[in-house]
């Protein structure tokens, strides 16, 4: 039996806002704007997080990759202009890796326990949960940036409800 307040986590709850709902009901015009002052749109933010969690994903699934040399790389250029199709991609590339993470965080002990290699020279190895976690903090901490965005642009909160106080 895996760790369930992971998987709630994985998902909001408590403190933590629903990654999807938060998301979900955003045209691919307002997930490309940029607020004075940011450096990135919401566009920009969760193709971030796709990168972390599919690398993640990847890389306790024992899949070699190539750690980024630089912090930008995992950050993508501004797409231009919008496209709702492509921003529908993503979106849904969204929801399928939280999907993985979840899977991992529902998992036995003899999976969540299981060491994974270090994905660097340097680093050292970790197990499939505490990748889990890091990616929670990750993820969570990237969805609070997209909350403050949508308040900056007057869009909080999201269609399914949200923390307006």
Same mark, same amino acid.
């Given at each position: 039996?895996?760790?369930?307040?992971?998987?709630?986590?994985?998902?909001?709850?408590?403190?933590?806002?629903?990654?999807?709902?938060?998301? %979900?009901?955003?045209?691919? %015009?307002?997930?490309?704007?940029?607020?004075?002052? !940011?450096?990135?749109?919401?566009? $920009?933010?969760? %193709?971030?997080?796709?990168?972390?969690?599919?690398?993640?994903?990847?890389?306790?699934?024992?899949?070699?990759?190539?750690?980024?040399?630089?912090?930008? $790389?995992?950050w993508?250029?501004?797409?231009?202009?919008?496209? %709702?199709?492509?921003? $529908?991609?993503?979106?849904?590339?969204?929801?399928?890796?939280?999907?993985?993470?979840?899977?991992?965080?529902?998992?036995?002990?003899?999976?969540?326990?299981?060491?994974?290699?270090?994905?660097?020279?340097?680093?050292?190895a970790?197990?499939?949960?505490?990748?889990?976690?890091?990616?929670?903090?990750?993820?969570? !901490?990237?969805?609070?940036?997209?909350?403050?965005?949508?308040?900056?642009?007057?869009?909080?909160?999201?269609?399914?409800?949200?923390?307006?106080?």
């Amino acid at each position: 039996m895996g760790d369930s307040t992971l998987r709630e986590l994985v998902y909001g709850t408590g403190a933590h806002v629903d990654p999807i709902a938060c998301v %979900e009901d955003i045209s691919a %015009e307002l997930a490309c704007r940029v607020v004075g002052g !940011y450096p990135h749109s919401i566009w $920009q933010i969760v %193709e971030h997080m796709n990168y972390w969690m599919e690398y993640e994903v990847h890389r306790i699934r024992d899949w070699k990759l190539h750690y980024p040399d630089h912090a930008i $790389q995992s950050w993508p250029l501004p797409p231009v202009p919008a496209d %709702e199709k492509q921003w $529908q991609v993503r979106l849904e590339r969204f929801r399928d890796l939280l999907a993985s993470l979840a899977s991992f965080a529902e998992a036995d002990t003899s999976v969540f326990d299981k060491p994974v290699q270090p994905d660097k020279p340097s680093g050292s190895a970790s197990t499939v949960g505490e990748i889990v976690k890091q990616t929670i903090a990750h993820n969570s !901490y990237h969805i609070g940036q997209i909350a403050l965005l949508r308040r900056q642009l007057d869009t909080w909160p999201p269609r399914r409800g949200g923390d307006t106080w």
